[in-house]
């Protein structure tokens, strides 16, 4: 069946530094790829989305790739702020639902 | 305008009592989804509501869960005879069709 796999956390970080968190996919066929970012005591946000191979989503400085002969998605940022502390969703859409990974937390030092 | 909200945000019930937990969604959201997620670990899907067809219950994990929708609106997931294993945090969202999936902030549930 389908599933998504990413990176253990946590991630810990200096401010400034390159984040890269890794995602795998198994799928049947070509899904929609997420990244959700859920904050601190905050709900559950999309951050970005790439529906179809070598598609590159971004938003806030972070990036993903489509990687189809790889089936990978990672999540990329050239330099995290403390701000970006959060646990951070891999996710596909499998018809209508969405299949998470397990979460990675990325925590941020000043 | 509004987001997903549900109700409460916090629940802490005793092992089998029932529990009921509500989810309005966004105003004119066609679809509404159930997740759960426990702790450390990603989102589960439990149940998906489309207009007025059938709801795909394959995530429901036991018969002791069931959830219903009026309409196009609020939507409960009851969970009966509530267990330990039950304890975790129930999202709720909402879409468009089955464009991008909208969440509320979730109603972390305890069962002591």
């Known amino acids: 069946g389908n599933s998504v796999t990413q990176m253990e956390g946590p991630v810990t970080l200096s401010e400034e530094a390159f984040l890269t968190i890794n995602c795998t996919y198994t799928a049947t066929g070509y899904p929609s790829l997420f990244w959700y970012v859920q904050y601190p005591g905050e709900g559950l946000q999309l951050l970005l989305k790439?529906?179809?191979?070598?598609d590159k989503g971004s938003n806030k400085g972070f990036e993903a790739t489509y990687r189809k002969e790889t089936t990978s998605f990672h999540l990329e940022k050239g330099s995290v702020q403390v701000s970006d502390s959060a646990v951070y969703f891999c996710a596909l859409r499998s018809s209508y639902k969405l299949i998470f990974g397990s979460g990675t937390r990325l925590l941020v030092r000043p | 305008g509004a987001g997903v909200s549900q109700s409460p945000s916090n629940k802490v019930t005793e092992k089998g009592k029932d529990v009921e937990l509500r989810c309005d969604p966004i105003?004119?959201?066609?679809?509404l989804y159930w997740y759960r997620q426990r702790l450390g670990q990603g989102l589960e899907f439990l149940i998906y509501?489309?207009?007025?067809?059938?709801?795909?219950k394959s995530g429901l994990p036991s018969d002791r869960f069931s959830a219903e929708r009026t309409g196009e609106s609020v939507s409960t997931l009851t969970i009966q005879r509530t267990q330990q294993e039950d304890s975790a945090v129930y999202l709720c969202?909402?879409?468009?069709?089955?464009?991008?999936?909208?969440f509320g902030p979730g109603t972390r549930l305890t069962v002591t």
């Open positions: 105003s004119g959201h066609t679809a």
């Open positions: 790439a529906t179809k191979a070598d």
């Open positions: 509501f489309q207009g007025n067809s059938a709801p795909d």
């Open positions: 969202a909402s879409s468009q069709d089955s464009y991008e999936q909208y």
